[in-house]
């Protein structure tokens, strides 16, 4: 039997024909292709400006600098999430502070906002957890009440919408990811989109360098000195990267739907598995489909995993929680029991395989899988 892989990307052939026709063009790093890319994804989000960086990493940690998030700050976040959004605020000097999440949907809280905020607090940090969007409206809300930025980590959310709004359209910023497993992929890659024209300005200059001209104006243009007005970075994506994207981004829906219909199909077959619970999905929104998780007993959790893993299927779990990784546990004094409903979904979480190439027989095949190590074995 062959390996069921975690996941499949979904580059084809007319991708890679664009990839080519860059390669073979003279300028591989950012010019037309990236401005290409970042029109494209601005008018798919229904937002103004975006901005190509090498990952959603660098995306967060430049949003967090051009809004002038730094030392000594407090940024809000869920510590139900990947350590790149915790160590984003890290990389800009301020600090983590992690509020518990939802027990339906693993989405930070926003009822428990209010309370962590101190006169440190600059911003709030939420994370669309798998696909499904927070509620923005009340972040929103509590942020423009204490003057607070507000930054979506919106990796697993390109195609998401709440209430009508998808990501940024009611915060200062809204960062993406197009690593190797992320709905559209280039390897690496990431992007900002807000409707903030001076902020996707300034984060123009800050991701290259801080400095007034890119190399594409330098090829195209007169020559003129450029200067260094600021200190910046160097995380602009590639016209190599943008090649890659842009014909996904043209079949980003029809990918959703096939990792709806996926997604359904799973839900309907492990009705029959009592021991698995599954997180909700609210009703009237638009879930981007990225991780599928289930919850199984904390305490059989790891055998399956392996279980699974010794039947060909490739598994991962998202998340372990932050606070609970050694960094933040050694740095921050962070213990078990700080955020128990985030702490209870880490221990039982497992994300099974979930891409637009993955067969109904192979989940078929899962779910039986799980049928069997649930009959057979009561003794983990
Ligand atoms: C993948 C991911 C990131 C990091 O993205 P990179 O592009 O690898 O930097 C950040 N946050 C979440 C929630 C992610 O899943």
Not at 263 to 291: D, F, M, N, Q, S
């Amino acid at each position: 039997m062959k390996k069921i892989e975690f996941f499949l990307h979904n580059i084809n052939n007319d991708d890679l024909l664009r990839l080519n026709k860059v390669v073979k063009s003279i300028f591989l790093t950012t010019g037309t292709e990236v401005a290409l890319f970042e029109q494209a994804f601005s008018k798919y989000l229904g937002i103004k400006q975006t901005v190509g960086v090498t990952s959603c990493t660098a995306a967060l940690h430049l949003s967090l600098l051009a809004l002038g998030i730094g030392n000594g700050d407090e940024v809000i976040t869920t510590p139900m999430s990947f350590c790149a959004t915790a160590n984003a605020i890290l990389h800009a000097g301020a600090k983590p502070v992690f509020v518990d999440v939802e027990e339906d949907t693993g989405n930070m809280n926003a009822e428990l906002i209010e309370a962590a905020i101190t006169e440190k607090t600059k911003a709030i940090l939420p994370v669309h957890l798998y696909g499904q969007m927070c509620d923005m409206e009340k972040i929103h809300e509590i942020a423009s009440r204490y003057n607070l930025k507000i930054v979506e980590d919106a990796a697993h959310s390109i195609e998401a919408s709440r209430a009508g709004l998808k990501p940024g359209q009611i915060s200062d910023a809204a960062c993406f990811s197009f690593y190797a497993t992320k709905n559209i992929t280039s390897g690496e890659g990431g992007a900002i989109s807000t409707n903030n024209i001076n902020l996707a300005e300034g984060l123009r200059i800050l991701r290259l360098h801080g400095i007034d001209k890119s190399a594409a104006d330098r090829y195209t243009e007169k020559y003129r000195h450029w200067d260094m007005p600021i200190l910046g970075w160097k995380y602009n994506m590639d016209n190599i990267q943008a090649s890659l994207l842009l014909g996904q981004l043209r079949r980003i829906d029809k990918l959703w739907e096939k990792r709806n219909q996926l997604w359904e199909y799973y839900e309907t077959l492990l009705k029959t598995i009592k021991e698995i619970e599954l997180l909700k999905t609210l009703p009237g929104l638009k879930h981007a489909r990225h991780l599928f998780t289930i919850l199984v007993p904390a305490k059989r959790r790891d055998q399956i995993l392996w279980s699974l893993q010794k039947n060909n299927i490739g598994v991962a779990v998202n998340y372990r929680p932050i606070h609970l990784l050694k960094y933040y546990r050694k740095s921050y004094g962070f213990k078990e029991g700080d955020f128990p409903v985030a702490e209870e979904i880490g221990k039982r979480t497992i994300s099974l395989p979930l891409y637009p190439k993955l067969k109904k027989s192979q989940i078929l095949y899962i779910v039986n899988v799980l049928k069997k190590i649930f009959a057979k074995n009561k003794r983990y």
